[in-house]
């Protein structure tokens, strides 16, 4: 008799955006994202109205990837949701909804963590693409994290780096902010550094021991060069947008680079992912590739759409609890500093 096929509805809302997918089996057959472009006028994101969005979009949104997909949902096997890390307003949306459809539908309720939601993204069949072989290393690179993780297997992994101040995205936002950009700012410096000098300028890099990350003086280092120069001309940063952009992505992208290299190295791991929304980067990608040829690595780049953040990656990694039957209660709880 055939196995019959699995259906597992996602939700992610830990930032900004709501999501949700269906996922059949390892494809994904919807997945949609409300992005709430709100925050772009108060160059962050402002979590009340963040949580008040994610309120109204919700519903509207699981309904149309229900409907998407072709199915109903009585079909649903299992709803699988982010319990964190992020904005505990927002988590409490998609945490309460998951929480109520486990109840009304009579399935399991499976949590998820957002951070190992990234990484397992690269598992999502999509017909073309390789999957990365174990042990592998994940350069996890978000507005709120930056982590090396250590993948020993789907639900075996380990933090081996991380961040000890801002995180990547964060530095490209935050930097977007001060060359005039709206929020996120990331994607419009990847846009504008096509164009531009990635040597023009030179900004300092950390001094940070073992596999962890620093970026706030990298961040103050822009900051006070940028004043410095417009005092003695106002229009510099415009005149020199796109070698602006091209010369901090190019640092962002060498400091990320020297850690993963070191790790690479240290564990003697040849297959290497990025994941998560700076492994959108063209810069990274690029980078990435290059290195690939260079020091024999094995590179596992996600699709655009499994990049940032997604619910897909959260019913894939859903899927994988599903059949170790690692379910939730009805007593589980939003958790902003949910760790791997
Ligand atoms: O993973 P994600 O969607 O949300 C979090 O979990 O934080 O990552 C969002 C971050 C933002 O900081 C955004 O500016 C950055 O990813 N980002 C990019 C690009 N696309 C998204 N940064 C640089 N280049 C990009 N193309
Ligand atoms: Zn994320």
């Given at each position: 008799m055939p196995e019959k096929d699995i259906y597992i509805l996602g939700i992610e809302s830990s930032c900004d955006d709501t999501s949700a997918a269906i996922l059949k089996n390892n494809t994904i057959l919807s997945n949609l994202i409300a992005r709430q472009d709100v925050h772009e006028l108060y160059g962050g994101v402002v979590p009340e109205l963040a949580s008040r969005a994610h309120q109204q979009n919700i519903v509207p949104v699981i309904d149309a990837a229900i409907k998407k997909a072709g199915i109903?949902?009585?079909?649903?096997?299992a709803v699988a949701f982010t319990r964190g890390p992020g904005l505990m307003g927002s988590l409490i949306v998609g945490t309460s909804f998951a929480k109520a459809f486990s109840m009304a539908m009579d399935i399991p309720l499976i949590e998820v963590n957002h951070m190992v939601g990234h990484v397992l993204a690269h598992f999502i069949e999509d017909g073309e693409n390789k999957m990365p072989k174990f042990p592998f290393l994940c350069l996890t690179v978000s507005g709120g994290h930056t982590q090396i993780v250590l993948v020993r297997d789907h639900l075996d992994m380990e933090v081996i780096g991380t961040t000890i101040d801002d995180a990547a995205g964060e530095t490209f936002d935050k930097a977007a902010k001060l060359l005039g950009f709206p929020y996120p700012g990331g994607p419009l410096i990847d846009k504008h550094a096509s164009n531009g000098d990635h040597l023009k300028f030179k900004f300092s890099k950390p001094d940070i021991k073992e596999l962890d990350f620093s970026f706030s003086g990298l961040k103050t280092s822009i900051l006070y060069f940028l004043q410095k120069q417009c005092i003695s001309n106002p229009a510099f940063i415009e005149q020199n947008r796109d070698d602006l952009c091209a010369s901090i992505q190019a640092t962002i992208i060498e400091i990320l680079l020297k850690k993963l290299k070191k790790a690479a190295k240290d564990l003697n791991i040849n297959q290497i992912a990025i994941a998560g929304g700076v492994s959108a980067n063209s810069g990274l990608r690029n980078t990435l590739k290059e290195e690939a040829l260079l020091l024999n690595w094995e590179v596992y780049i996600p699709k655009f759409e499994y990049c940032t953040d997604n619910a897909a990656m959260i019913a894939i990694t859903g899927k994988f609890l599903f059949e170790k039957a690692v379910f939730s209660d009805q007593s589980v709880a939003a958790s902003p500093r949910y760790s791997i």
């Open positions: 109903s949902k009585e079909q649903i096997d």
